[in-house]
């Protein structure tokens, strides 16, 4: 996973801050929300050709990843 983890870049100049592919300004959670709407790796793939298909299991693994470090604070 974390080979995959090289792609994902956080700058707050580029979206807010939020966590894009390297060398784009596609963030992460774009392509969970593709995904979750029913677009195929294939499909992402055809409507933004500067991706690769390593990009978007980086975003999953990425997504992953910070899943498993989500804590509650209780009030």
């Known amino acids: 996973m974390e080979d995959l983890l090289i792609h994902i870049s956080i700058n707050p100049a580029i979206r807010f801050g939020k966590p894009c592919i390297k060398g784009t300004r596609i963030a992460v959670v774009d392509i969970l929300q593709w995904l979750a709407s029913g677009m195929t790796t294939e499909e992402i793939?055809?409507?933004?050709?500067?991706?690769?298909?390593?990009?978007?299991?980086?975003?999953?693994?990425?997504?992953?990843?910070?899943?498993?470090?989500?804590?509650?604070?209780?009030?």
């Open 45 to 75: 793939l055809d409507d933004f050709p500067s991706l690769k298909a390593e990009h978007i299991r980086a975003a999953l693994a990425f997504a992953a990843h910070r899943e498993s470090h989500t804590r509650l604070i209780a009030a």
